[in-house]
């Protein structure tokens, strides 16, 4: 089912601040991660879904790639046992060690508009193509070290919104 994704925006944000994944598929491999740090807006007149990924993360290279991500994104009636699970495996293992896809045992729909795909069992999707990206500064504010040990830093994408929808 096709949304408005602005009709949806509380729904989104809440779930961010809870965690969902943000998912990438490049050379034929998907890798999944789990994402706590989100921004709905429109930006150059486009509705665009802002997220930021620690240049160490696996899934960086998977965005770098390919160009596009999908945002997985539980729905109410979703089990809250279940993505208390999810995200504190997709949030705790790499990529680069283990599948999280088989691990998780997810059911993957191919994408509508981008070659990412939607994860069935957290329905909500919304589909990005990254249409700009900028790594952070340095150095950090002060205040804000404590966040970059060892000086990894993130890189905020801002992913147009090519469609939202509900499985």
């Not at 944000?13 to 943000?22: Q, T």
């Not at 160490?56 to 999908?70: A, C, L």
Request: proline letters at 4%; glycine letters at 8%.
């Amino acid at each position: 089912m096709d949304i408005n994704v602005f009709d949806y925006t509380e729904q989104i944000l809440k779930a961010v601040k809870n965690g969902v994944l943000l998912t990438s598929k490049a050379d034929g491999k998907v890798n999944t991660m789990a994402i706590s740090w989100g921004m709905i807006g429109i930006e150059w007149n486009k509705p665009v879904f802002i997220t930021v990924v620690r240049e160490s993360r696996y899934t960086k290279e998977f965005i770098d790639k390919s160009g596009v991500f999908t945002v997985n994104i539980p729905v109410e009636s979703t089990d809250p046992a279940f993505i208390k699970k999810v995200i504190a495996h997709c949030g705790s293992k790499s990529g680069r060690d283990t599948d999280k896809i088989a691990d998780m045992g997810f059911t993957l729909t191919d994408g509508v508009t981008v070659d990412s795909p939607a994860i069935k069992e957290l329905p909500l999707t919304l589909e990005c193509k990254v249409v700009y990206k900028q790594r952070q500064d340095e150095p950090m504010p002060e205040g804000l070290q404590s966040f970059y040990a060892g000086g990894d830093l993130h890189t905020a994408y801002y992913g147009e919104i090519t469609a939202a929808y509900i499985l």
